[in-house]
């Protein structure tokens, strides 16, 4: 008995050991640190549309690869019985003129051509969403380190009141209102909390991973961008370089590809065969020609549709020109706005703001000056730091709404 309860006891350590480490290893996987690049190739890499876009352009590079350089030909035989038998043997081939079979290789590849582009621009604005995404949570972890920060001491300002009014040095008004600044910032903890979690999960969705993990990002935001931009240049880029513009432009190329298809099946295939006859007596050779004649049918409809479609065509390129042109501008105007008021903070004055406040808290707890004073600086402390983690954050994410908008990086702007 002894030795099958040691084993029993063994065995259930053994499981225990087993389910702490894996629930060591989920905890890890559902809070991992991850940096920007991290994400924005997982989100690649997981993401089902482009998943999608990848197989559809499989689809197109077998329609492209499978247009036949000849049709096949046709092989009919017919067999009568009785006193008179006889079979016959036909084997017809057909030859398109026009150049049709070069129009529909045109057409294949144009497709293909679309698909890629539509992989460019899928991953262009999945990357857009992505770095807006990973920028926001950064900004609210620093808000919460802040609002940690923030808490603590308005904690040990709420203590020293309680201890003062106790000794009969304030009143409790006072204590009162030390109070109201620590749940006030409790309040604002427990927002960002909030803001972090949502985050989060708009994160998960855009990286593929599991909505119950709860990443950490890591890697800072990046350095401010030192180059040179002229908003001319970049409007020009942009209308160079953006995927589903040259999608379009491709539209128009597929649309007259599809009109000359239409007008070349006006021409009549020509069918030539041979034909071998048997009957008891005798047997026979010939030759047999057929040629459509176009007489009710002209392909009319197709090639109208298509003439239409150029049309239309047309109206979308010049709307998404103006569409890329817009938003090039408002990215360019949002990013100049917010480099600005960047340039209201710099590092002089966010520490010297850190000091006095750190000489305040000294000075209160000395007793050297009124709490409402303290808290008025606190207070002046909390509202710019927050607001210099909004104009930084705004300017990098004004600067990935204006490398979605370009189609590729800044860097390669000229």
């Given at each position: 008995m002894r030795f099958r309860f040691g084993i029993s006891i063994t065995i259930i350590g053994m499981s225990l050991i087993t389910l702490n480490v894996l629930s060591i290893t989920v905890l890890a996987a559902q809070n991992e640190e991850i940096d920007l690049e991290t994400a924005i190739q997982t989100a690649i890499r997981e993401n089902s549309m482009l998943k999608v876009i990848q197989e559809k352009i499989k689809v197109a590079e077998a329609h492209f690869g499978g247009i036949a350089l000849l049709s096949n030909p046709e092989l009919e035989t017919e067999f009568i019985g009785g006193d008179h038998a006889e079979q016959v043997i036909e084997l017809t081939k057909t030859f398109e003129f026009g150049g049709q079979r070069g129009h529909r290789k045109q057409i294949a590849k144009i497709n293909l051509e679309k698909g890629n582009l539509e992989l460019i621009d899928s991953t262009r604005?999945?990357?857009?969403?992505?770095?807006?995404?990973?920028?926001?949570?950064?900004?609210?972890?620093?808000?919460?380190?802040?609002?940690?920060?923030?808490?603590?001491?308005?904690?040990?300002?709420?203590?020293?009141?309680?201890?003062?009014?106790?000794?009969?040095?304030?009143?409790?008004?006072?204590?009162?209102?030390?109070?109201?600044?620590?749940?006030?910032?409790?309040?604002?903890?427990?927002?960002?909390?909030?803001?972090?979690?949502?985050?989060?999960?708009?994160?998960?969705?855009?990286?593929?991973?599991?909505?119950?993990?709860?990443?950490?990002?890591?890697?800072?935001?990046?350095?401010?961008?030192?180059?040179?931009?002229?908003?001319?240049?970049?409007?020009?880029?942009?209308?160079?370089?953006?995927?589903?513009?040259?999608?379009?432009?491709?539209?128009?190329?597929?649309?007259?590809s599809r009109l000359k298809l239409a007008k070349t099946?006006?021409?009549?295939?020509?069918?030539?065969?041979?034909?071998?006859?048997?009957?008891?007596?005798?047997?026979?050779?010939?030759?047999?020609?057929?040629?459509?004649?176009?007489?009710?049918?002209?392909?009319?409809?197709?090639?109208?549709?298509?003439?239409?479609?150029?049309?239309?065509?047309?109206?979308?390129?010049?709307?998404?020109?103006?569409?890329?042109?817009?938003?090039?501008?408002?990215a360019y105007i949002m990013m100049s706005a917010s480099e600005k008021t960047l340039k209201f903070y710099d590092e002089n004055m966010l520490k010297l703001l850190n000091d006095n406040l750190t000489l305040m808290r000294s000075a209160y707890e000395?007793?050297?000056?009124?709490?409402?004073?303290?808290?008025?600086?606190?207070?002046?402390?909390?509202?710019?730091?927050?607001?210099?983690?909004?104009?930084?954050?705004?300017?990098?994410?004004?600067?990935?709404?204006?490398?979605?908008a370009l189609g590729t990086s800044i860097n390669f702007v000229e």
């Open positions: 604005l999945l990357t857009n969403s992505v770095k807006l995404a990973f920028f926001q949570l950064l900004l609210v972890q620093e808000k919460l380190k802040l609002a940690e920060e923030i808490i603590k001491h308005n904690r040990q300002m709420y203590d020293l009141a309680q201890f003062q009014f106790e000794s009969g040095d304030i009143s409790v008004s006072k204590v009162s209102l030390a109070n109201i600044q620590l749940q006030s910032s409790l309040r604002e903890f427990a927002s960002l909390e909030s803001d972090k979690m949502l985050v989060q999960l708009e994160l998960n969705g855009l990286l593929g991973t599991s909505l119950d993990s709860t990443p950490t990002a890591i890697g800072g935001f990046p350095d401010k961008s030192n180059k040179k931009l002229m908003l001319d240049s970049l409007k020009s880029h942009a209308l160079t370089h953006r995927a589903d513009l040259k999608s379009l432009k491709l539209n128009r190329q597929l649309t007259e099946s006006i021409i009549p295939d020509l069918s030539i065969g041979g034909i071998a006859e048997h009957s008891a007596d005798e047997t026979g050779f010939g030759v047999k020609f057929s040629l459509p004649l176009p007489i009710f049918n002209r392909n009319r409809a197709e090639v109208n549709a298509a003439k239409a479609e150029k049309v239309q065509d047309t109206a979308e390129i010049t709307n998404t020109q103006r569409q890329i042109t817009r938003e090039v501008m408002a000395l007793g050297e000056v009124e709490l409402l004073e303290l808290i008025l600086i606190q207070n002046e402390f909390i509202k710019t730091r927050f607001a210099y983690l909004d104009a930084l954050a705004t300017y990098h994410k004004s600067m990935v709404q204006l490398e979605s």
